[in-house]
């Protein structure tokens, strides 16, 4: 099968391009281990790659910030079968106050937003920890403020089932499959939050909870395919940010689960998930794609 693989960020975000640049590389080896032919952008318009490439691909899956990723999957779309989150559900999860609103409806706790005091200030639009900050100050145009949570930070990465059209009246996919609860490193420096990447799989006495709480986070949106929620768990289990994307942590999932996630991807895109994966050991990872065993 012939599968193209776009990453945003490689040619178009030089911040962002190392940790793009990391997972494109993990993802690349498993499809090509799993037997496929792997396709690859190359510089110049993405969008213009995407609709030169996706028609002549079986499968395609995009990479891109969370605010892009709606516009970029819509392409694939059109042309071939999608293996990431559809392109109406990325739309949503780009606006983090939107989908704050969304889950809090759904009874699933996420940081009460507020403008005054001390305070966590985040892009509306935004990804990663790029803009996120601690200060008094009113929150700017595109942004939002929220309140300051102490506790753990860690993510659930996960696959959502892909199952559209008619099929949706006759046949229930399944649940999300969660693959490993991870724990960020996540630093305040100089106010401001840094991602440097993290250790999975991660142990917490609250870990059933929280896995519970990712699925019904992805379930509520319509997460297909790899996704990532960001929770902090203190008092409380909150949602803070949902990736409908693959996310860093993959880097360090890949090392440990005996389970190839180019496999996991295509078989979600049927529908047929198996009902767990298997992790052997543990690792830490950094943004960069450097893996060390623990």
Do not use: W
């Not at 993510?155 to 099929?167: D, K, Q, R, T, Y």
């Not at 799989?201 to 019904?216: C, G, Q, S």
């Not at 979600?268 to 830490?284: C, D, I, M, T, Y």
């Amino acid at each position: 099968m012939r599968v193209l693989l776009a990453e945003y960020t490689l040619f178009h975000d030089p911040v962002l391009a190392a940790e793009g640049a990391a997972m494109l590389r993990v993802l690349a080896e498993s499809f090509r281990r799993c037997g496929h032919d792997v396709i690859l952008p190359e510089k110049g318009d993405f969008t213009s790659e995407l609709e030169r490439l996706a028609p002549s691909s079986d499968a395609a899956l995009v990479i891109a910030p969370d605010h892009l990723m709606a516009e970029f999957t819509q392409v694939l779309e059109q042309h071939t079968r999608n293996l990431g989150c559809g392109s109406m559900v990325a739309a949503v999860c780009a606006n983090k106050q939107l989908t704050g609103k969304i889950l809090s409806r759904h009874g699933i706790d996420t940081p009460a937003e507020t403008r005054t005091g001390m305070k966590v200030i985040k892009p509306i639009h935004g990804c990663g920890s790029i803009g996120i900050r601690i200060s008094e100050e009113a929150p700017g145009e595109g942004e939002m403020g929220q309140e300051l949570l102490s506790g753990d930070h860690l993510s659930v990465s996960l696959i959502g089932p892909h199952v559209i059209g008619e099929a949706c009246l006759y046949y229930d996919p399944g649940p999300p499959l969660p693959l490993v609860l991870n724990r960020q490193d996540v630093r305040i420096e100089g106010g401001r939050f840094h991602y440097h990447g993290g250790e999975t799989p991660a142990d917490h006495p609250r870990a059933r909870e929280i896995l519970e709480v990712a699925r019904k986070t992805v379930k509520v949106l319509g997460c297909q395919g790899y996704a990532g929620v960001d929770l902090v768990c203190g008092d409380r289990i909150t949602v803070v940010d949902v990736n409908p994307r693959i996310t860093t942590s993959l880097i360090g999932i890949a090392a440990v689960m005996r389970e190839e996630i180019a496999d996991l991807l295509i078989r979600g895109s049927l529908g047929e998930l198996p009902p767990q994966v298997h992790l052997n050991g543990r690792v830490r990872f950094s943004k960069e794609g450097e893996v060390t065993r623990i």
